[in-house]
């Protein structure tokens, strides 16, 4: 039963010594096996089996720092490649906001975006030259329709004129056909 105890004493005592050899630095563990170590004659004597679990340890160290280094440059490979997603997400969307403002701004016109500022001057410019045709053609049409009424009353005047002197030539007609007969008549009798 001693001998139990003796085992599970020393287990305990090595698992403490790992935990703590594990805790401290690199550094701290060396200047440890250092001020642990006996002096022979200005030299430093190590047991074997403390260089051998410090090796253990700097090689576990190492070991998890290159775990560690691999980690990390896996996650920066992924970031950069995650960044470089989100940079050509980034270009397309630029490129298509680009075009969504101008076909905001614009209009399609037979089939050409046009800037809205330049479309509301075409509508604009357009209404003003109608205008202006409709205004032209209003003032030709009053020309010609006052031409026309001058023209229907000079042609009242002209069909008044020219029944009157047919009625004149009728009656000059009459009277000389009838100056005419009295002169038959007379001549007759």
Known sequence: MMNILKGIFLL???ATFT???QQLSIDDQFKELIKKSNSYKGYKVVKKEKIYKLRENVSDSIVLLEENIITKASTIENQNSEINTLTVQLATTKNE???SKKKENGIQVLGILTNKSNYTFMVFF???ILFLIIVVLFIKYK????IIKTTKSKLRETDEEFENFRQRSLEREQQLRRKLQDEINKKKS
């Open 126 to 128: 357009t209404l003003g």
């Open 143 to 146: 020309s010609g329709f006052y």
């Open 97 to 99: 906001l680009t075009s």
């Open 12 to 14: 305990v005592f090595l």
């Open 19 to 21: 935990v703590q050899a």
